[in-house]
């Protein structure tokens, strides 16, 4: 026992060995973690790689489907070529560019809404849609349908009023322009209040309906086109400050209108016009006051057309008889125009009692304060006239 040695009770002979092996185990452990460590590493960019396909993937087929979605909004459903047969298509008032692409789609003009947004969008008109009726075709390419939309191509009646025309003749050529009977434009006329008649025109529309160029559309009424007519007058009776200027002359402004339609009706010329009216003044103003002796409200009165009338019509007790009455007639016997307006608002200066319109084809009209002159122009009158 006594040779025993601690040491080698404690195993200290065998030190080496274990150690030896230590280092031996140490080493084998490093290469195992070094084994693991690139197992990891594979596997970490294995699932790497399979996030990457997943993910392209997903983003692929969200491309694709997105640019589908895409693709379908910017390339709409639309039709080719020109289109067949015929639509009509009325454009209210108020109604937006998506309005219209629906109304058009209801009729089958366009394919698609998106399509015609599209196809007026890219033409820059969208702000230059207007109310009224158009033609167009069923089965159009959006494009093809935007350029029959211009405001110029609406459906509309063009109707040229001429200066001096009575309203029963104004009506006649209403009735031929829009295919609807006489009886609705007179029935339209006696309606003051929807007409917005001026208070001073007293309920009547001769004398207010204004002569001008109407575009009338398909669907406007009897209602509509008359009151149209008189908000030109309107305009017109502002434009010349009707009603102040009346004043001045010392007249209302239905006589001022009356007064108009006389010259209107009883002049050569434009250029005779404020000498026609410094007649009807003269003959207004005298003392004691001249009859007007005026043969166009004569005729008038009588619903008669001529510009002479005969000893008969003279004998006439219609309160338009200017031979047989003094004064102005009870109102205007035309509808008369700018220029007789503005003469009956201020008469040309002169002492002229008289006029005649000795040639009436090349529209000569003389003038004269002399009533032996007068007669004299009434026998050239005559003469040119086939009357004497």
Known sequence: MSDLNLDSLLGAGDDEGPRRRSRGGSRASRARSRRRQRRQRRKGFAAFFVAMIIIVGVLGVGGYYGYTWVRDVAVADDFTGPGSGEVVVEIKEGQSAGDVAQTLVDRGVVASERAFVNAIDAAGKTASLQPGQYKLRKGMAAASAVPLLDPKLRMQTTLTIR??????????????????????????????????????????????????????????????????????????????????????????????????????????????????????????????????????????????????????????????????RLGLPPGPIGNPGDHAIQAALKPAPGNWLFFVTTDPKRGITKFTDSESEFFKLVEEFNKNHGAG
């Open 163 to 324: 200066e001096g025309l009575r309203l029963s003749q104004i009506l006649e050529q209403l009735s031929t322009a829009t295919g609807k009977p006489v009886s609705v434009f007179q029935k339209a006329a006696k309606d003051a209040q929807a007409l917005e008649l001026p208070s001073y025109a007293k309920g009547r529309l001769e004398g207010f309906a204004f002569p001008a160029t109407y575009e009338i559309a398909p669907k406007a009424t009897p209602d509509e086109i008359l009151a149209s007519m008189v908000s030109r007058f309107n305009d017109a009776a502002k434009d010349a400050d009707l009603v102040d200027s009346a004043k001045r002359v010392g007249r209302t402004p239905l006589e001022i209108i009356t007064i108009a339609s006389i010259v209107q009706a009883e002049s050569g010329s434009v250029r005779d016009m404020s000498k026609v009216a410094r007649v009807i003044y003269n003959r207004l103003n005298r003392d004691p006051q001249m009859r007007l002796q005026m043969d166009s409200t004569v005729m008038y009165g009588l619903n008669k057309f001529g510009i002479a009338a005969t000893h008969e019509e003279l004998k006439s007790k219609s309160p338009y008889n200017t031979y047989a």
